[in-house]
């Protein structure tokens, strides 16, 4: 009997995905776990993987169409299964009708109902190797592949692709920017100008009134990724009533001792690993702010799961290290820079997403003094880290000169009271000024 392949649920609470990148053709012969196709959520690419063995029947949605979780998407034919058995299982689906964003959508003069055909016309049908009209050969790319080679300056006519009719995909791109010199000029222009899938025209937004009154400009049309932040950010600020509470924290004894660790050490030990740590330290003392709240209950949990904020070309990802008062440094220095390289080669995977309670977004780095950070819904706490700056200080009535960082908690005031966010700050502040209660 034929089997009916549906849009997995490829990470927690996402209702809607892309494919991609199809791995497979019709035709071909396909065992459980092989690579299926390639999964694109708000914030990750994902291989997805065959959950069955059989041959490809029908493809059902184009590459690059978003559709609904647990829409069907392809069908597989197993053994003995004729053509009429798939036409069968055919008749029986509901097409995926492919997500639309409305926002970048022109307005029709009149509303109309597209004809829906009776049976999908196969994907591999629509994606030829190379195109007429304008007598030079086409390059086809899945929207990914478009989108990084875009954002790295990479010409993709240039390039010969290895997915489905030649195809570039992905891994084509990571190769062709592993193998290009680090000197190479990045060709813009080229990548604006290389054709598009056949039958369709890259047309730039009409200009508006207000547009036309501005300087020279360039356009930029927003990434998926850049979309899902605007959307979950201008949420969390519109509907989560925000509160700010900031303390700042002399930091010389940390940074001795971070020092007296790294000359110990073959890879070094960051600022940020200490942060990280402190502030798994102070939840663990005040479980009060380790909390999220849902509109039926409040939820507390026994483990602190840091996000970490991590800033890529793309925009911003909030990776999860877990149970990080149980880490030692070594250990949170070690994912914190896996983190950070996976995300530089955006391979970030669902599961490093998943399970934060707590936000640390630190920009000490860049020498910013302090910053109030928006909430990473649905946790109920952020805390945005400025620079160690040296300021003059009184101590005991006498006036010195320390390092002073200053840490601003953002926080959900239905989940969290200020007093709770006062005594957490008063224990992270404890934990940074007397560093070694971090490694006990």
Known sequence: MATV????????????????????????TVATGDTFAEIETEKAVVDFASEHTGVVAKLLIPEGTSVTVGDPIAVLSGEGDTAADVERALTTLTLPT?????????????P???????????????????????????????????????????DITSLVGSGPSGRIVRRDIERAL???????????????????PAGQTAAPAAPTAVSDALPDHTRAEHTRMRKTIARRL????????????????????????????????????????????????????????????????????????????????????????????????????????????????????????????????NLGMFG??????ILNPPQAGILAVGAAIQ??????????????????LSADHRAIDGAVAARFLKEFQRFIEQPLSILV
């Open 5 to 28: 392949v549906y849009m997995p649920e490829v990470l927690a609470n996402v209702t809607e995905a892309t494919v991609a990148t199809w791995s497979v053709a019709e035709g071909d």
């Open 98 to 110: 492919p997500a639309v964003d409305q926002a970048t959508q022109p307005t029709p003069a009149a």
């Open 112 to 154: 109309t109902v597209p004809a829906i055909p009776a049976t999908p016309t196969a994907p591999a049908a629509q994606h030829p190797t190379s195109g007429q009209g304008n007598g030079q050969a086409q390059r086809f790319a899945s929207p990914l592949a478009r989108r990084m080679a875009r954002e790295h300056g990479l």
């Open 178 to 196: 592993a193998a290009a010199p680090a000197s190479a000029p990045a060709q813009v222009a080229a990548v604006s100008a290389a054709p598009s």
């Open 234 to 361: 201008t949420e969390s600020k519109t509907t989560v009533p925000h509160y700010y509470v900031n303390v700042d924290c002399r930091v010389d004894a940390l940074l001795a001792l971070r020092a007296e660790i790294n000359a110990t050490r073959e890879s070094s030990i960051s600022v940020n690993d200490l942060i990280v740590k402190a502030t798994a330290q102070a939840l663990v003392a005040v479980p009060e702010a380790n909390v999220m709240w849902t509109d039926s209950e409040l939820l507390s949990f026994t483990d602190v799961n840091v996000s970490v904020a991590i800033a890529t070309e793309g925009g911003l990802v909030t990776p999860v290290i877990h149970n990080v008062a149980s880490l030692s440094l070594s250990e949170i220095s070690h994912q914190t820079r896996d983190y950070a390289q996976a995300a530089r080669e955006n391979r970030i995977r669902p599961e490093m997403l998943a399970g934060g309670t707590f936000t640390v977004s």
């Open 368 to 373: 910013i003094p302090e910053f109030s950070a």
């Open 391 to 408: 300021t003059p200080v009184v101590t005991e009535g006498q006036v010195g000169i320390a390092s002073v960082m200053r840490v601003t």
